[in-house]
């Protein structure tokens, strides 16, 4: 497909069939674009990513050549859709026979109002066409996706009865890579999307416009939109700056470019330690894991973000760039304030550095609601080395949910390393970090949990970290 260029109006295919978007807000979502279109299988739901009632996919590379993506389309706008290709469910019985997944869910009873049907069919699409999937499909895949009435038993069962994906032109599809994004301009509405294919158009962007705003998964900025009714005049994309997608690995350091998709990361970091797996599918949930990235988690300076507290457990820094030079600082020093950060506003983040070699102890808690897919009450991150005579040589301690900014809690490592030098891992030391928490936390209470909960969270966390080294050491 030829992808958009700087015209006004993005490119894209949809269900095969080229398609451009014309005369929309740039704020429209693709869910309200490709309805627009007839294609009504996707529905709202909730409109900020909850639900998986929209959920679309997108062809995406995956080691030389590609594979189907299930994405949120009420969290893309429908420029960010330029030069991809894209497939609703009404693409997989074009020839009037229900798809594989399809003929699963009806066979094992797995839909009743219908309502989420079209969504977790894309979702078990995506997953039973996976490149490499050995044995069952994993219905943890399905896990960006609710139904409030069928029941998930029959669903689950539906995705477990695949076998592998039959051949034909959705599997032939996957052969070849995914489309290249190209830079697109689209103006409309009085509003425009930019959308450059070069840190330095980025930069050159950000520069002439103060108003112009950075996108770059949209899973924050996107809700806002949607839900909070926010406009921006100007939206700047990143999702097609090579450089920003890459991921390194040296003997010195690992560098996530700010714009890797969370799932793009867990794929690439091959020598990730469980800690940072499991950390990785702590997020949201899967078709958010899709589009989401690093830079936009870290930009927003969300106190109960989850990106924060290990990068600063692991002495991670934030690259950044703007016309005027690029600087790394400590991610320690990039949140200023609720909601602040460093970044100046025509500076972008670059990439995230984790020093190397790994702490030897690492262990990430995520305490929320529900086990997966919410947003965490608090996030503890702790870290430690030992040196030869089995004294802490370096701690961390690092939280979310617990004060105004996601940070490194200073006083609680001072308090077992000290003046002269490590101390032991025990409950003693435990309880010295303990009271330094409690003397620097400053929680707020609201509906996930009071100030005197989560500082009893956060406390208990730190006695469950010792516990786990005991077990580890054992
Ligand atoms: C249903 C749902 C569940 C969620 N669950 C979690 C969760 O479990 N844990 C969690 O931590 N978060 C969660 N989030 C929040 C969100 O998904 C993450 O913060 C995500 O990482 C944001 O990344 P993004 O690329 O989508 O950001 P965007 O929405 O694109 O951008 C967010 C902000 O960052 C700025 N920005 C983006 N990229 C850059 C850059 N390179 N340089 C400078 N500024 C930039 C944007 O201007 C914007 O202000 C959830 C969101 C939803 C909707
Ligand atoms: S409408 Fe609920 S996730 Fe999109
Ligand atoms: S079948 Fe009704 S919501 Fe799932």
Not at 206 to 230: H, K
């Amino acid at each position: 497909m030829k992808a958009a260029n700087s015209s006004q109006s993005p490119d894209f295919l949809l269900n095969n069939r080229p398609v451009s978007v014309r005369g929309v807000d740039p704020q429209t979502t693709l869910l309200d674009y490709i309805r627009a279109q007839g294609l009504t299988g996707a529905k709202e739901g909730c409109a900020e990513g909850e639900c998986g009632a929209c959920t679309v996919v997108l062809v995406a590379n995956r080691a030389g050549g590609s594979e189907y993506r299930a994405v949120n389309s009420c969290l893309m706008l429908a420029p960010m859709a330029a030069g991809h290709e894209i497939y609703t469910v009404e693409a997989l019985a074009a020839g009037g026979k229900l798809a594989e997944v399809q003929q699963a869910m009806a066979a094992g009873g797995g839909s009743q109002c219908g309502y989420c049907t079209p969504g977790f069919v894309m979702s078990m699409f995506a997953e039973h066409y996976r490149p490499g999937r050995v044995g069952p499909c994993d219905p943890h895949e399905l896990g960006g996706n609710l139904c409030r009435c069928t029941g998930y038993r029959p669903i689950r069962d539906a995705a477990l009865s695949l076998g592998p994906a039959p051949s034909g032109d959705f599997l032939d599809r996957l052969s070849r890579p995914a489309p290249r994004l190209e830079a697109i301009e689209y103006e409309s509405a009085g509003a425009r999307f930019s959308r450059p294919n070069s840190i330095e158009k980025c930069l050159s962007i950000l520069a002439g416009d103060p108003e112009a705003r950075l996108i770059s998964g949209g899973t924050d900025l996107v809700v806002e939109s949607n839900l909070r009714s926010r406009r921006w005049k100007h939206l700047v994309s990143v999702e097609a700056i090579g450089e920003l997608r890459e991921f390194s690995e040296s003997a010195r350091t690992i560098t996530i470019g700010a714009a890797l998709p969370l799932n793009e990361i867990a794929m690439r970091w091959s020598t990730a330690p469980d800690v940072c797996r499991q950390w990785l599918q702590l997020f949201a949930s899967p078709p958010l894991r899709n589009r989401a990235t690093l830079g936009g988690n870290l930009a927003t300076a969300s106190p109960i973000g989850d990106g924060a507290p290990l990068l600063l457990a692991l002495d991670a820094s934030v690259r950044l760039a703007s016309q005027r030079g690029r600087r790394t600082i400590p991610l320690a020093s990039f949140f200023t304030g609720y909601r602040r950060t460093a970044l100046a506003p025509d500076e972008l983040i670059t990439a995230i550095e984790i020093p190397k070699p790994l702490p030897e102890f690492v262990r990430f808690y995520k305490v929320a609601k529900r086990r997966m897919d919410d947003i965490s009450t608090v996030a503890a991150a702790m870290a430690m080395d030992w040196d030869a005579s089995g004294r802490i040589a370096r701690a961390r301690f690092a939280f979310g949910g617990v004060a105004p900014v996601p940070l490194r809690v200073l006083a609680a490592e001072e308090a077992v390393i000290g003046p002269h030098g490590g101390q032991r891992w025990n409950d003693a030391a435990v309880e010295r970090v303990q009271a330094a928490l409690e003397k620097t936390l400053d929680p707020i209470g609201d509906h996930r949990g009071s100030r005197e909960y989560r500082l009893a969270v956060a406390k208990s966390l730190v006695a469950k970290f010792l516990w786990e080294r005991r077990e580890a050491a054992a």
